[in-house]
């Protein structure tokens, strides 16, 4: 059954949107991402790092040094924070001032394809960074600074 989903902004910095992905009637992906953590669940620390580290991102800019390589080669699948924690945060990189923040969780497992979780936000990523390199080359998604403009929704 294929739900619409679509990319919205989630908060902007500097020098980098930050957008997330919404199914219809659902908190958007980092939203249930974040909610899975709140204060005193024991992974303060990790959620420190990884907002200091989407702190820094939005001031810098989104440079690939600052991300993990995830998913395959020819997408842009990545995840936060690059320091060593116990969390993943997975996101499409789109360029140096947009990021498409997704879900993630925990990482108990050597790889995240060994998660089902985890690879299921890798996956919907994956999918998702291919629909708008699809829509980009027909010029139905646009780049423009920091913002992502045209047709943001998806059937997924």
Request: glycine share 8%.
């Amino acid at each position: 059954m294929k739900r619409k989903v679509n990319i919205e902004l989630f908060d902007e910095y500097e020098k980098v949107n930050f957008y997330t992905l919404q199914f219809e009637g659902e908190d958007s992906e980092a939203d249930k991402f974040l909610d899975k953590f709140p204060v005193g669940c024991g992974y303060d620390d990790d959620i420190d790092i990884l907002i200091k580290w989407i702190e820094k991102i939005g001031e810098r800019g989104a440079l690939e040094r600052y991300f993990r390589y995830e998913g395959k080669e020819k997408d842009n699948v990545m995840a936060i924070p690059i320091e060593t924690t116990s969390l993943r945060l997975y996101v499409i990189r789109l360029s140096e001032n947009i990021i498409v923040l997704g879900n993630g969780g925990v990482k108990k497992t050597r790889t995240y394809n060994e998660d089902k979780h985890l690879k299921q936000c890798v996956e919907l990523l994956q999918n998702i960074d291919g629909l708008i390199r699809t829509r980009m080359r027909s010029d139905k998604i646009v780049l423009y600074d920091k913002k992502l403009l045209g047709n943001l929704t998806f059937n997924v």
